[in-house]
């Protein structure tokens, strides 16, 4: 069986996350989108939301399951019997990152790193960008699923007070 991890932050999941998602789904048996758990960086959205939202965006893919992993990529690949990374790239800025980091994954362990360039539509987007964006009243409801936007924005109220 072919098994590939999407891994991420996914604070909060956009329609780019969910692209690179689906194009992995078609290429592997099984696909695991892994939250990400680091309790020292200020999240908008707790771990078990992350998991609650992608689980939620994920649904309509039979082959794909959400989990989370803390500290090393590579050690939760090992003991899960992953053999791929799937990273999603936007620009050549990314690529610089994620080369080395792919390459110190491979370092550690025997797994691959694969780069699925971005559809050109979501080229420009990032989790951080969409809460930028919506904090200071930006419409993003094209950038997110319907219900990831509903709980953004009354996070952003929430936080407001």
Same mark, same amino acid.
């Given at each position: 069986?072919?098994?590939?991890?999407?891994?991420?932050?996914?604070?909060?999941?956009?329609?780019g996350?969910i692209?690179?998602?689906?194009?992995?789904? @078609?290429?592997?048996?099984?696909?695991?989108?892994?939250? +990400?758990?680091?309790? *020292?960086?200020?999240r908008m959205f707790?771990?078990?939301e992350?998991?609650?939202?992608?689980?939620e965006?994920?649904?309509d !893919?039979?082959?794909?399951?959400?989990? $989370?992993?803390?500290?090393l #990529?590579?050690d939760?690949?090992?003991?899960? +019997?992953? $053999?791929?990374?799937?990273k999603g790239?936007?620009?050549? @800025?990314? !690529?610089?990152y =994620?080369?080395?980091?792919a390459?110190?994954? @491979?370092?550690l362990?025997?797994? =691959?790193t694969?780069?699925?360039p971005?559809s050109?539509?979501?080229?420009?987007l990032? *989790? *951080?960008?969409?809460?930028?964006?919506?904090?200071f009243?930006?419409?993003?409801?094209s #950038?997110?699923?319907?219900f990831? $936007?509903s709980?953004?924005?009354?996070r952003?109220? =929430?936080?407001? +007070?």
């Amino acid at each position: 069986m072919r098994r590939a991890v999407c891994p991420g932050s996914f604070d909060p999941v956009t329609n780019g996350h969910i692209d690179i998602v689906a194009r992995a789904a @078609s290429l592997f048996d099984e696909v695991v989108v892994a939250v +990400g758990v680091n309790s *020292s960086k200020n999240r908008m959205f707790s771990a078990e939301e992350r998991i609650a939202m992608l689980t939620e965006a994920c649904a309509d !893919f039979d082959n794909v399951r959400v989990d $989370h992993f803390k500290g090393l #990529l590579t050690d939760y690949c090992s003991a899960n +019997g992953i $053999h791929a990374i799937v990273k999603g790239l936007r620009a050549v @800025s990314d !690529f610089d990152y =994620e080369l080395q980091m792919a390459q110190m994954n @491979s370092s550690l362990t025997d797994v =691959e790193t694969v780069f699925v360039p971005t559809s050109p539509e979501y080229s420009f987007l990032a *989790s *951080s960008l969409v809460k930028e964006v919506a904090t200071f009243g930006g419409d993003v409801s094209s #950038l997110v699923p319907d219900f990831v $936007h509903s709980r953004l924005t009354a996070r952003i109220a =929430e936080q407001r +007070g």
